[in-house]
């Protein structure tokens, strides 16, 4: 990488007129300067000419494929809620679409067409490009111990004329349409993912995203962290077949079920709302012969609703894993629950970067802009991390290299 021809920025504001996206020339060097994103999306050939017998005539577009990638990933990080907002949002915003390499933003219509131009081996593309910019500025590979978090999302759709938007496994909103979003992280950055038809079990994709993961990290998965939704048999004899180790939960009826008895002197406190018990070696489900070591979990949390905010709802489940090494209960119970920072993503994706709002009836687009989605969120990762500030009216900026 070479050296950036900007050392130092530095963002003063004066007075009460602050511009909306102030901060964001800051990010936009970032992107072009240190992460030279230009030179990743160069392989993605969505519009460009092939090898065919005939091949199709085009004229020649305003905007070529980079410039259309690097765009999305800017609308993206600006936080537009949908593409159909880009002309009201960012009509006059020329001098922020110069710092991106765009003489303006395109309007609606044209992205639209660019993702419907997608199919499976341009989003296999965009896959490999997300691949790289981790190899080279992430951190997932350079773990010592490697965890991987698998975890899913529900993306609801406003229609059923979306392909592959049917009803399915829809808790928050029975009945509608969705998709179901799946994505492997390691220390918060997104290294696959996986989107499937709505009424697709969080089940089915688990060994599929093992082994994507595995490959892209090029090296051995120390350890699989996940939510309960992933518990079957055939995914736990995949583990043990596999030689891998896991951390997951089961459900405490599961679990009692198989002729335990269990000690009311040996349970001991975490805190004054849980208490824990360590079973020792079980077998956790009828579906496999296999045993993990077992800690039972009691525990109360405050409902979300405000009309019982004088009740607290009393949770059990057991916390089940296979580890080399033997954690003390409580290490083992703030170990597993470390994977909840990874709801961060699915919020922040959903909340801020938009991630819920399919943008096409077709289904490679609207993997395409997942996958557009993860790589913005990784950049901003990174600019979050590498970066750091000072209070006061005058912030200074540096790359944390440079301090």
């Known amino acids: 990488m070479s050296y950036p021809h900007i050392e130092d920025i530095v963002i003063e504001f004066e007075g009460d007129k602050h511009s909306k996206y102030g901060l964001f020339p800051l990010v936009a060097w970032y992107l072009m300067d240190i992460l030279v994103l230009p030179k990743y999306f160069s392989t993605v050939s969505v519009k460009k ?75 296999t593309q ?18 010592d111990i490697l965890v991987l978090d698998i975890d899913s999302t529900t993306h609801s759709l406003e229609s059923r004329k979306r392909e592959k938007a049917v009803t399915g496994f829809n808790k928050k909103n029975r009945g509608k349409p969705c998709y179901q979003w799946t994505v492997a992280f390691v220390r918060g950055e997104a290294i696959s993912q996986k989107l499937n038809a709505g009424n697709t079990h969080c089940k089915v994709p688990f060994k599929e995203m ?5 490959a892209k990290l090029s090296r051995e998965i120390s350890i699989i962290r996940v939510d309960g939704g992933y518990l079957s048999g055939e995914n ?38 849980t208490k824990l018990y360590d079973l020792g070696l079980a077998k956790v489900i009828s579906t496999t012969e296999n045993k993990f070591r077992v800690v039972l979990v009691v525990t109360k949390q405050d409902p979300f609703s405000k009309k019982m905010k004088n009740k607290k709802k009393i949770h059990r489940y057991a916390i089940i894993e296979n580890l080399a090494i033997r954690l003390e209960a409580k290490a083992l119970y703030e170990f597993y ?3 909840q920072t990874i709801e961060n993503f699915f919020k922040e994706s959903k909340e801020g970067f938009a991630s819920g709002k399919m943008p096409s009836q077709n289904f490679r687009a609207n993997e395409a802009y997942l996958q557009f989605v993860a790589i913005a969120c990784n950049c901003f990762h990174w600019f979050k991390k590498n970066f750091f500030h000072q209070s006061g009216r005058v912030t200074l900026w540096q790359p944390s290299g440079q301090r």
């Not at 965009?126 to 773990?143: A, F, M, P, T």
């Open 126 to 143: 965009l896959d490999k490009v997300n691949h790289q910019l981790i190899q080279d500025y992430g951190e997932s590979s350079r773990q």
């Open 210 to 214: 093992v082994l994507s993961a595995k």
């Open 49 to 123: 000419k092939r090898n065919r017998a005939k091949p199709i005539k085009r004229r020649k577009p305003k905007y070529d494929t980079n410039q259309m990638c690097i765009g999305i990933v800017a609308i993206i990080l600006l936080g537009v809620i949908k593409f159909r907002k880009i002309n009201d949002v960012l009509s006059t915003e020329e001098k922020i679409a110069q710092l991106v390499g765009l003489p303006r933003f395109f309007d609606q219509s044209t992205v639209h067409l660019f993702l419907n131009e997608f199919q499976k081996w341009h989003v």
């Open 337 to 339: 629950h470390e994977r």
């Open 236 to 273: 736990l004899d995949f583990i043990v077949a596999k030689n891998l180790q896991i951390v997951t939960t089961a459900p405490y009826k599961w679990v009692l079920s198989q002729g335990v008895k269990l000690d009311p002197d040996k349970w001991e406190p975490y805190d004054e709302d």
